[in-house]
C-alpha cells in the first residue's frame, strides 16, 4: 500500500474515533491517538537478520575439492590441517614470493580443508565419497578458479551482512530508540531517566522552543499531563491520578497510567512505509485545533501562544520548526521526525542489501553444484581406467600365412592349407 493511501485510512480512522468522544473517551484526543500509534511502531523491536550458515558450508565444499586434487606437493603444507601447519610455521618458505601476501590471507581456509579432508574417523564418510581422482591434474586446474571465485562471493556476502545488512539495522534501530526516548540534553539521559527523576513542576519553556520534538515519549507527556491532575484529562477523556508536578516519580507514575491507553488495537508491522505513514499523520495534525491568532505549531490545546501545562494551555509548542503564522512554511525538521526517516532508510537500504545477499548465496550455491560435477567426472574417468586395466576386450593378432612351407606349421600358426 502506498505511504499517501495509509495516511489517508489512518486520519479516517483517527478522525472516526474522535467523533466516537462522547461514547468512548479514552479514544478522545486523535492527536493522542497518533501518536499512540507511532509509539507503538517506535517500540516494535527491529527484526534482525543473521547471515545463512549455507555459505560458509559451501565454499568448505568447493575449497575440499580443490584441496582433494591438488598436487601432493601443494597438500603437503597443510598436513592434517592442524596447527602445527599454520602460516606461522610456514611462511619462512615463501615470505620473498610476490604471492606471499594472498597465501597469508588465504591460509587459514586452506587449513581447514585440509582438516576437512585428512584421514580421521569424522572424515570417513566424505572420504569415501569423494576419493582423489585419477585425474587429478585436470580436476585440480578447473577446480582452482572455481574455489577463488567462491572465496571471492563469500567475501562479497560477508560485507553485505556487515555493511549493508547488520549497519543498517543497527542505525535504523539507534534512531527509532532516540526518536522514541529522545529529550533535551537539559532533561538528562532519555525520557525514562528523566520522567522517573523528575522533581520540578512542569512550567512555561519544558515544551516549547527546543526542548520540544527530542522525543515521542517527551511530547505525548506534554500534549497530555498538565502541572496538575485536574489538567490531565485532554487526551483520554478523564483525569489521571499523578501529574508533572514536583513531586519525584509522579511523571513516570502519570505516563505508564497514560500510556496504558497506547495498547488498545492491533500490534502494528514495523515497515520503512509504515513509519513514514505514521509520522506523516501526527504531522498533518500539528497546528489543527490552534485558534485565530495561535495556529500552526501545536499539538494539543491551548488558548494563548504557550503550553504552561496550566489549565487551557496543555500542549506541545513545535515553534523551533513550524511557524506559528497559518499557512507558514515549515523552518526545520522535527528531530524525532528526522532521526525515523534516517531509520526508515536505513531500513530500506538493509532489505535491499538482503535481496542481493541471497543472490550472492545462490551465486556460491551454484558453484559449489558446478564443483561437485568436475569433481564427479573425474571420478568416473577414474573407474574407466581401472576397468580397461581389468581384462577389457583386447584386440585380435593379425596373422601371417605367408612363407609357410608344412601342413604342421600351416596348422599352429592358424592358418589354411591349400
Known amino acids: ?35 499512540c500509534r507511532l509509539t507503538k511502531l517506535l ?32 597438500r603437503a603444507n597443510f598436513g592434517d590441517g592442524s596447527a602445527k601447519h599454520d602460516w606461522a610455521s610456514k611462511k619462512g618458505k615463501y615470505t620473498s614470493e610476490p604471492y606471499a601476501k594472498d597465501w597469508e590471507t588465504n591460509w587459514p581456509d586452506w587449513q581447514k580443508a585440509a582438516a576437512g579432508i585428512a584421514p580421521t574417523d569424522s572424515n570417513k564418510e566424505w572420504l569415501e565419497k569423494h576419493p582423489r581422482p585419477a585425474s587429478a591434474q585436470i580436476a585440480a586446474a578447473q577446480l582452482k578458479p572455481l574455489a577463488a571465485a567462491a572465496k571471492q562471493l563469500q567475501a562479497t556476502y560477508v560485507a553485505q551482512y556487515k555493511v549493508d545488512i547488520k549497519e543498517k539495522i543497527d542505525l535504523a534501530e ?45 511530547d505525548i507527556a506534554c500534549l497530555c499531563i498538565g502541572a496538575a491532575t485536574t489538567e490531565t484529562d485532554g487526551c483520554i477523556g478523564g483525569e489521571l491520578s499523578k ?36 509520522v506523516a499523520a501526527v504531522e498533518n495534525l500539528i497546528g489543527r485545533r490552534g485558534t485565530t491568532t495561535v495556529v500552526g505549531d501545536k499539538l494539543g490545546k491551548s488558548d494563548s501562544a504557550d ?33 525515523i526517516e534516517e531509520a526508515s532508510t536505513a531500513l530500506t537500504a538493509a532489505e535491499k542489501a538482503k535481496t542481493q545477499a541471497v543472490a550472492t548465496a545462490a551465486s556460491i550455491a551454484n558453484l559449489k553444484t558446478t564443483a561437485e560435477a568436475v569433481y564427479a567426472a573425474a571420478q568416473i574417468k577414474q573407474e574407466v581406467t581401472a ?3 581389468q581384462g577389457a576386450p583386447q584386440s585380435k593378432h593379425t596373422r601371417d600365412c605367408t612363407n609357410i612351407k608344412t601342413n604342421t606349421t600351416c596348422k599352429e600358426k592358424g592358418c589354411k592349407w591349400e
Open 387 to 389: 576397468s580397461e586395466s
Open 43 to 74: 517500540e516494535t523491536p527491529v527484526v534482525k537478520s543473521s547471515p545463512d550458515p549455507k555459505v560458509e558450508h559451501d565454499v568448505l565444499v568447493i575449497l575440499k575439492l580443490n584441496m582433494s586434487a591438488a598436487p601432493e606437493s601443494w
Open 307 to 339: 503550553c504552561t501545562g496550566a489549565d487551557g494551555r496543555v500542549c506541545v509548542k513545535y515553534n523551533e520548526y513550524y511557524s506559528s503564522t497559518a499557512n507558514s512554511p515549515k523552518k526545520a525538521k522535527v528531530p524525532w521526525m528526522a532521526a
Open 174 to 218: 539507534a534512531k527509532l530508540k532516540a526518536a522514541l526516548t529522545g529529550v533535551h540534553s537539559t532533561k538528562g539521559k532519555d525520557f525514562n531517566t528523566f520522567a522517573a527523576t523528575n522533581g520540578a513542576a512542569r512550567t512555561n519553556g519544558d515544551c516549547n522552543d527546543d526542548k520540544a520534538g527530542q522525543g515521542v515519549l517527551y
Open 243 to 278: 501529574s508533572w508536578s514536583a513531586s519525584k516519580g509522579d511523571l513516570a507514575a502519570a505516563m505508564t497510567e497514560l500510556t496504558k491507553h497506547c495498547t488498545q488495537g492491533v500490534t502494528p508491522t514495523l515497515t520503512p512505509e509504515a513509519l513514514i505513514a505514521a
Open 1 to 35: 500500500m502506498k505511504p499517501i493511501i495509509q495516511v489517508l485510512l489512518l486520519l479516517l480512522h483517527l478522525s472516526v474515533h474522535g467523533a466516537q468522544g462522547a461514547t468512548d473517551p479514552a479514544e478522545a484526543a486523535i492527536e493522542f491517538k497518533a501518536l
